[in-house]
């Protein structure tokens, strides 16, 4: 069984972020780990880039293949975890909190209601 | 669940490095059902496949086995494959899933009504594992008892047990000790069971085909499809020691005699990344010296080392141990560096 938080917010393409935080702390749900496996390569964004929710942000590469990660929420990007660079193995072992991607200045707060709350993703995955 | 070659196969059971470590360290057990069995069978078996294949049959004595190609007219890989001799006249191969049809349509193609011999499809009929890994042993053990001869390398052994006719077979895809087993469908079940079973009472796993594509690559073994063509000979390929060049000819002959004098125009290497890099995977664009000049053939993170590893055919001035390369992933290249084969050794 996933792990769902019950403070986040969820993609159906399975990005999570964090609504009570600013800049809006974002990355990839237990269940989204647990598919890829074995996580080898975080490719993170650059800082400063503007995007659209649902845009293709960067790539996280397991053995098996490489998978693109989707923006929950348009912005920009002030921040990246750096500490994958090193250690890309923190998005399996650790996705809510150690294993974070990126954050985003959020432009407009009203795109959280276009997410999946806890329960909602909880049945997405079921 | 990934398709394959017709099949439904899983690319990890729990995940890839975790069962590519458990090959390495303990024992894996893989389901090998999906691959092909043709026996070959006659007064004229040896002569046949000696005409069909590179590697020379006559030299097998019954109960061992080689690795050999089947080529096309021009020399072009169609098929790699273990034959084993398991008598005078008969010989038993395990060709590869996918080429099934048209290795049949080539051998068909090359026997004649004189040859005396009998060309038998067993491929729909037969399931197989393959257990490896130094505890392999035990897992034999386990399976036919503490007397039980475990099957030396490159040999093959046909049993018959209460579960049926076995093939036993000394060979692998992993690099590590090992044994495969082939069996009539009707079994595979019972034996696959017990083989995980045993494994994972001695610390191993049951394994999928990413663990059998990172063990694979890390020994520089080619997969037929991504390493192996109808576009490339063996030579190319690097696989010069399974051609035998001095006995009597065999389809595609000609082109390897004129590579072997001539040289050949690119050479299947394998490399690896020098920093950190996300994994080199297949078609990836190859630099060097600023320019393109091949693509990834195989590529993969390799767990043992840590580093992406891969192989693919560069030009001979660009194929010696030591040369700097460039692998375009995204738009962005990363150096990698040719090195020899294989890419893992065991640390003993």
């Known amino acids: 069984m996933s792990a769902v938080a019950d403070n986040l917010r969820y993609r159906d393409s399975h990005e999570w972020c964090d609504p009570s935080s600013d800049p809006v702390i974002c990355g990839i749900s237990d269940h989204a780990q647990h598919e890829l496996t074995d ?16 845009e293709a ?16 929420i348009s912005g920009e990007v002030v921040e990246v975890n750096e500490a994958l660079f090193n250690d890309p193995g923190l998005v399996n072992r650790d996705p809510y909190l150690a294993g974070w991607m990126f954050k985003i200045k959020a432009f407009d707060p009203a795109e959280f209601d276009k997410l999946l709350a806890a329960d909602a993703y909880r049945t997405h995955i079921a | 669940m990934v398709p394959f070659a017709g099949w439904e196969m899983p690319v990890q059971y729990s995940s890839i490095t975790d069962e590519h470590k458990a090959v390495r360290e303990h024992v894996g057990v893989f389901d090998i059902s999906h691959m092909g069995q043709f026996i070959v069978s006659g007064h004229g078996a040896e002569a046949f496949l000696n005409r069909a294949l590179t590697n020379d049959v006559s030299k097998l004595t019954p109960g ?20 084993y001799r398991t008598s005078d006249r008969e010989f038993y191969l395990v060709v590869n899933a996918s080429k099934i049809d048209e290795d049949l349509a080539q051998f068909r193609s090359l026997l004649t009504d004189e040859d005396d011999v009998q060309l038998a499809n067993a491929s729909s009929m037969t399931g197989g594992i393959a257990v490896q890994g130094p505890k392999s042993h035990e897992v034999f053990r386990t399976l036919f008892g503490e007397a039980a001869t475990f099957p ?28 495969e087993l082939f069996t009539p469908d009707s079994h595979i079940e019972h034996w696959f069971r ?13 394994c999928g085909l990413g663990a059998r594509d990172t063990l694979r690559l890390e020994m520089g073994y080619p997969l037929n499809g991504n390493d192996l063509s109808q576009l490339r000979s063996p030579l190319q390929a690097g696989l010069g020691f399974f051609v035998d060049l001095d006995k009597p000819a ?18 299947l290497v394998a490399f690896r990344m020098t920093g950190t890099a996300p994994p080199p995977r297949p078609h990836y664009p190859i630099v060097w010296k600023g320019e393109q000049v091949s693509e990834v053939a195989s590529g ?8 992406g590893i891969g192989m693919a055919y560069l030009p001979v001035e660009a194929a010696a141990p030591g040369t700097s390369i460039e692998i375009e992933i995204r738009g962005k290249r990363f150096p990698a560096e040719v090195v020899k084969k294989p890419l893992y050794r065991r640390v003993s």
């Open chain 1, 39 to 54: 996580v080898v390569f975080v490719e993170l964004p650059k800082v400063g880039r503007v995007v659209s929710a649902g």
């Open chain 2, 250 to 267: 065999f389809v595609g002959r000609d082109l390897l005699v004129k590579q072997k004098t001539e040289g050949v125009p690119d050479k």
């Open chain 2, 152 to 179: 030396p390398r490159n040999t093959i052994f046909v049993s018959f047990t209460n579960e049926g006719i076995l093939w036993l077979c000394g060979t692998g895809y992993t690099g590590e000790e090992g044994f």
């Open chain 1, 57 to 72: 942000i960067c790539t996280i590469e397991s053995v098996k293949a490489a998978n693109d990660v989707y923006a929950p």
């Open chain 2, 194 to 206: 017990k083989a995980v079973e045993a494994a994972r009472a001695s610390g191993g796993n049951v």
């Open chain 2, 64 to 83: 061992h086995g080689h690795y050999t190609l089947l080529l096309n007219e021009a020399g072009g890989v169609i098929d790699d494959l273990i034959a």
């Open chain 2, 300 to 307: 993969t993170q390799s767990p043992s080392l840590g580093c």
